[in-house]
């Protein structure tokens, strides 16, 4: 019997050949599977000038480039200067197009049945020569001569550039960071997996945008885990940083500046895990939350080198403390309202965490009420347990933004739910949508996500994380010459005298105990830090953290890393305050070429280092 006629059985299908394509291992995580029917030429459907021929095979062939069924065809859409094509007659389904140190493309005409999209993967300097652009919700116009830097990596989805559907004939150039060394890659949308904003995102930040010219208001931006909170937190901030609204000068003004309260003390936005922060962002956010880490040091994807105000909660859960992480926020809230008195209108966007159930739901509640928000874009995944309801919240002067998940959907609790087979897990149906035919990304594990944000903190930035050459992946960081823990062991560390500081342990109540540094010492070793001011009666303000390298008791001595500047710790840091962050593994094993492991103490690893249990690493892999 043929396959064709059992039941429940699929057509034979065969992958399009990729002989004529080089591609990476990177390239293959990202790559859609594309298939095509059996006896079908994958290029029967393109118009007869991509279909080429095989004449024309040497690299000096600038003819029309095929990126995807999503762009347009070579006449409307034209790459050139400095690519090394493929002759015309290997164009294929997909395309990722590499080896390009700059080009410069052009959008010719508009169709309304093609999407007129680039991806691009990589770190990129990106510069509109003529017409405007849209780009994860910032407007790149020709008109400000702006360049921006962008950076989208692999195990992240890919950004789209997309021209402005006011402008016909719109050009873009796109550089690599190095002058001899290409460091991105473009493609189709369809190609790889890249963020699409839906239109219900867009109209609600219209509606924000348009309501912020009334004067400062307050955006809350609150859902479950992996359902896009952190991706609509950039789209907002780069829309209300933008250039006047497409289609006219009438349109909204763009802001110089906005203030972001970052509540995710697991994985937040600007900060190291473990604080609660206020930053005032200038610079549309087109990088992953490492990339842009406030740290002190200055590179090019820095947005800001210091925080507005901080406060160091010391755990990267609220439920840890609820009464500590809602005090710290209420007084960051405090701050705002005297920059707003002192500044004028200024917008604050609220990023909130991923815990919407039982006692979370009653943190969010407490939130609510602590910053009482003019708008609360309630993002609902498309499970149960992704469900929350912000009824009881409403108010005549609050609007209550409903939308579905970066996966285009949301639970409905009067639907019943769809039955899941053993091929849809839950955290893969809400994760970053990919191209139009619904490609995605599984949402890494929090705890990897959160060790890249400890390295690249204290490694001193992105630039300096990507210098040890270390790489990200599925399974985390991967330093198979252990270069950070081996740059973090020759670190020049901060001596610092027992008298000169205060040593803070927090009380499971969310209060306060200092003790004498004889007696914390244990706590101290090898663990990471708060580097914090005076108690100004509430909280602590916090300037960064630091590792307790080693402890001198002859001398009675801290030796302290941080990336913190040696000007603002000796002004401004009064205390050193207790926390249950863990360092990574990444940052203290030398393997083989160590002797033994930096900042553990001479006794070896004790119970009492990182004032917490260690995790098994093994436990990531695990489904």
């Known amino acids: 019997m043929s396959p064709s006629k059992n039941k429940g059985s699929k057509r034979k299908v065969k992958r399009s050949s990729s002989s004529s394509v080089t591609s990476t291992p990177d390239s293959h995580k990202r790559v859609k599977d594309n298939e095509v029917l059996q006896d079908e030429d994958p290029r029967s459907s393109l118009p007869e000038v991509l279909q080429g021929s095989s004449e024309k095979t040497d690299d000096s062939y ?76 910032y407007h790149l116009s020709s008109s400000s001569e702006e360049t921006i830097v962008l950076e989208s990596p692999t195990w992240m989805s890919a950004i789209c550039i997309e021209p402005a559907a006011s402008k016909i004939i719109s050009k873009i150039q796109i550089s690599s960071m190095s002058k001899n060394i290409c460091t991105f890659e473009l493609s189709s949308p369809l190609a790889t997996k890249s963020i699409l904003i839906a239109q219900q995102w867009k109209s609600i930040a219209k509606e924000i945008q348009d309501s912020c010219l009334e004067g400062s208001k307050r955006i809350m931006v609150c859902g479950a885990k992996s359902t896009g909170k952190s991706t609509y937190v950039r789209y907002v901030i780069n829309k209300l940083l933008s250039d006047c609204e497409i289609g006219g000068s009438d349109g909204p003004v763009p802001y ?25 962002i200038t610079k549309p956010i087109l990088s992953p939350p490492n990339a842009h880490i406030v740290c002190g040091k200055k590179d090019q994807f820095t947005i800001v080198t210091e925080h507005e105000m901080a406060c160091f909660y010391g755990f990267t859960t609220s439920k840890s403390n609820p009464i500590r ?63 929350f309801d912000l009824t009881p919240h409403s108010s005549p002067d609050r609007t209550i933004h409903v939308a579905g998940s970066v996966g285009g959907t949301h639970y409905d609790p009067l639907c019943p739910s769809p039955a899941l087979s053993r091929n849809s897990s839950l955290a893969s149906m809400d994760s970053i949508q990919g191209s139009g035919q619904g490609g995605y990304i599984v949402p890494f594990a929090s705890s990897l996500t959160r060790n890249l944000r ?46 000169s500081l205060d040593c803070v342990v927090v009380k499971e109540d969310g209060n306060e105990s200092v003790l004498r540094s004889d007696d914390c010492l244990e706590i101290l070793n090898s663990s990471i830090v708060g580097l ?35 000007s603002i710790l000796r002004a401004s840091v009064k205390a050193i305050v207790t926390s249950q962050l863990q360092i990574p593994i990444e940052m203290t094993f030398c393997g083989e070429y160590s002797e033994s492991f930096p900042h553990l ?19 990531h892999g695990k489904k």
Not at 351 to 364: A, P, Q, S
Not at 601 to 619: L, P, Q, R, W
Request: glycine residues 10%; charged residues 20%; hydrophobic residues 40%.
């Open 601 to 619: 103490s001479f006794e070896g690893a004790s119970v009492a280092i990182g004032g917490d249990i260690m995790k098994s690493k093994s436990a």
């Open 256 to 280: 110089k500046e906005i203030a972001v309260l970052d509540c995710d003390v697991g994985q937040p936005e600007f900060s190291a895990p473990g604080m609660v922060s206020l930053t005032m």
């Open 454 to 499: 400890f390295c690249t903190y204290f490694s001193g930035g992105v630039e300096a994380f990507m210098a040890t050459g270390a790489t990200f992946g599925n399974n985390g960081i991967v330093d198979e010459s252990f270069n950070l823990a081996m740059k973090l062991s020759c670190m020049k560390p901060y001596i610092v005298p027992f008298d």
């Open 532 to 566: 914090c001011g005076k108690n100004d009666g509430q909280t602590r303000s916090c300037y960064g953290l630091g590792i307790v390298r080693s402890i001198d008791l002859t001398h009675r001595l801290f030796y302290v890393l941080s990336p913190v500047k040696a």
């Open 62 to 137: 600038y003819g029309p480039q095929y990126f995807g069924p999503q762009l347009p065809s070579g006449e409307s859409n034209e790459v050139t200067n400095n690519i090394k094509m493929l002759p015309p007659g290997t164009c294929q389904d997909f395309h990722i197009i590499k080896d390009i140190v700059s080009t410069v493309i052009t959008f010719k005409e508009f169709d309304k049945n093609v999407s007129r999209r680039v991806a691009i993967n990589g770190m990129a300097k990106i510069k509109a020569l003529e017409g405007s652009f849209d780009i994860m919700g």
């Open 325 to 387: 992480y809602v005090d710290a926020i209420k007084s960051i809230l405090q701050k705002y309202h005297e920059l707003c008195e002192e500044k004028g209108n200024i917008p604050l966007i609220i990023n909130t965490d991923g815990w919407v159930k039982g006692m979370g739901y009653e943190i969010l509640s407490s939130l609510i009420g602590a910053c009482n928000p003019h708008h609360i874009v309630q993002i609902l995944g498309s499970t149960k347990a992704k469900y």
